[in-house]
Structures are given as structure tokens and as C-alpha cells.
Nanobody, 127 residues
Framework: QVQLVESGGGLVQAGGSLRLSCAASGRNFRLYAMGWFRQAPGKEREFVAAISWTGGTTCYADSVKGRFTISRDNAKNTVYLQMNSLKPEDAATYYC????????????????????WGQGTQVTVSS
């Protein structure tokens, strides 16, 4: 079973940048497509971005497209989320998770593979 630990969150001004990391334990990490999700207070968890097991294919929510970049280093068992031009509406707790991808055409075809979520990392954006 893969265990996931997110880090890198913090307080940043609008327009600033943060880089989130997700460290995975387990030998099979490199076999999974991975995703980032976020949940703001009072809202449901939503998809942010996903990346294939090779790193060659990515998908983004429209709200972050062009500002966020997902990447992975399978040698380090780590997935990253580079967040630029942050907006107050990006404030949330961010989680990484293995994902099942029915198609890479859009976020609606990408769902979490597990209900076992980590503690997440909180991102706060001041206006």
C-alpha cells in the first residue's frame, strides 16, 4: 500500500508562488498515475491536476491551467505541484492521491483510486 505525505504549503501573497511536494512510500509508486486535489473550508474536494506514471501526460482543472504545473520524480517517489500566480481562491488544503484515469481528455474522467487520504498541506493566499 502506498502512503502519501504532502508538504510545502504556507502563506503567500496573491501573485506569489509555492511548490508542493508529495512523498510516497511503497515500491509500486511509479506504476500509478498521481493527482493533486484541494478542499477549501465548506466546499467539496476538487480535482486540481494529474500526471501519468511516466510523467508524459498531464491534465489540469480549468481554474489552474497555465498557472500550475504537476511533475514527478519516480526515482525519489515524489510528485510536485508548482503553483504560480496564486489567487485568493486557490486557498485550500491540498492533497495528493493515486488516480484512476479513464481518459486524459479532461478532469471528469480522472478519479481518486483510494479513500486513504494523507493530512494534506494548507495553502493560504492573502489578497
Amino acid at each position: 500500500q502506498v502512503q502519501l505525505v504532502e508538504s510545502g504549503g504556507g502563506l503567500v501573497q496573491a501573485g506569489g508562488s509555492l511548490r508542493l511536494s508529495c512523498a510516497a512510500s511503497g515500491r509500486n509508486f511509479r506504476l500509478y498515475a498521481m493527482g493533486w486535489f484541494r478542499q477549501a473550508p465548506g466546499k467539496e474536494r476538487e480535482f486540481v491536476a494529474a500526471i501519468s506514471w511516466t510523467g508524459g501526460t498531464t491534465c489540469y482543472a480549468d481554474s489552474v491551467k497555465g498557472r500550475f504545473t504537476i511533475s514527478r520524480d519516480n526515482a525519489k517517489n515524489t510528485v510536485y505541484l508548482q503553483m504560480n500566480s496564486l489567487k485568493p481562491e486557490d486557498a485550500a488544503t491540498y492533497y495528493c492521491q493515486m488516480v484512476t484515469v479513464k481518459s486524459w481528455v479532461g478532469p471528469e474522467a480522472i478519479v481518486p483510486s483510494s479513500d486513504n487520504w494523507g493530512q494534506g498541506t494548507q495553502v493560504t493566499v492573502s489578497s
